[in-house]
């Protein structure tokens, strides 16, 4: 059923530009009776499917539907219209905005999803950061694909990745990313453009080790 937010797009960051309006129109709100004291809840477009994990203290900030067997963990935010599909796991001080989740997903540390879409069975590590805005304001993000680049007309954009994509600790993913499915980056990489689906990305940075010597 959440695939009719992508109805009519050409490119998948389109469905981020109608997220809102599509889930104010498609919304039937949905509290659950034993709502947890410190679940703090913001507007009236919520939809909170059964079988959620609710772990106070947290936020969500209208309009957002949550799908079955949801998890939000203590300090999640979740603000400017987030759509969570089924089994995902939104965790600790992790902040998602205007983003489609799919099934399954998990962003279970300290992570920023910032309008992006995170396809079934994707993982990102502690401290991963989807970035959403350019450094340079008023202009809109562009997006490489191979040898074409596209301009978005949105000024904000995270990353899209593909199913089974993962995002190793404390990576970054620049506006406007797109990693195709199976596609795993290591931990603390930068990444930007185009990853195609199937790739490995690895940083090693180097380092040197000296014996200390203490008197």
Known sequence: AYSAVFDGAEWPWEALKVLESWLEENITPRIPPDLPEGVHLYGEKIHI???CILEPPLTIIAPALIGPGVE???G???RGAV???EGTIIGHDTEVKNSILMNKVEVPHF????????????HTGAGVILSNFKISPGKAVRVKLDDEVVNTG???LGAILGDEAQIGCNSVTNPGTII???SIIYALCNISGYIPPNTVVKNKPTYHQTILHKE
């Open 49 to 51: 499917a059964p079988g």
């Open 72 to 74: 939000l963990r203590m």
């Open 76 to 78: 999640a935010y979740l």
């Open 83 to 85: 759509l969570v599909g």
């Open 111 to 122: 992570n920023y999803i910032g309008d992006s879409i995170l396809g079934n069975h994707t």
């Open 154 to 156: 949105i000024e904000k």
């Open 180 to 182: 195709g499915k199976n």
